[in-house]
């Protein structure tokens, strides 16, 4: 008897362990609903091609992207903080069923021209 005790006591002591080690908590980005990283993008194109993502530029911090003021003309994409990166450029932007870029998971923050 005292060997299967030993053997489940390991085991109990193992489980326990193993579901209280940091391992599997979540980050608090990830609870908060927040992404892990932003990248800022400036709209180089003109509306209708917000889905080539090569129109989207990169800036560097998010200073530049709050100094970026939005020019007032016909309604355009102007800016955009995206989750996603690839060569200065963001690898998904969705959209609307107007073409504009939808705020959410992968867009965090969307600015239009106004």
Same mark, same amino acid.
């Given at each position: 008897?005292?060997?299967?005790? +030993? /053997? ?8 326990? @362990?193993?579901?209280?080690? &940091? !391992? ?19 709209? +180089? /194109? ?8 090569? @129109?989207?530029?990169?800036? &560097? !911090? ?53």
């Amino acid at each position: 008897m005292k060997k299967y005790l +030993t /053997g489940i006591v390991a085991v109990m002591l193992g489980m326990l @362990l193993a579901f209280g080690t &940091s !391992s599997f908590e979540k980050s608090k980005a990830v609870l908060k609903n927040k992404p892990l990283s932003s990248y800022y993008y400036q709209f +180089t /194109g003109t509306h209708g091609n917000e889905s080539n993502l090569n @129109l989207w530029d990169q800036l &560097s !911090s998010l200073t530049d992207y709050n100094n970026l003021t939005c020019p007032i003309g016909s309604t355009n994409s102007c800016k955009i903080i995206n989750t996603t990166n690839s060569a200065g450029h963001p690898t998904a932007v969705p959209l609307d069923a107007n073409g504009f870029p939808v705020q959410g998971t992968v867009n965090t923050d969307v600015k239009l021209k106004q």
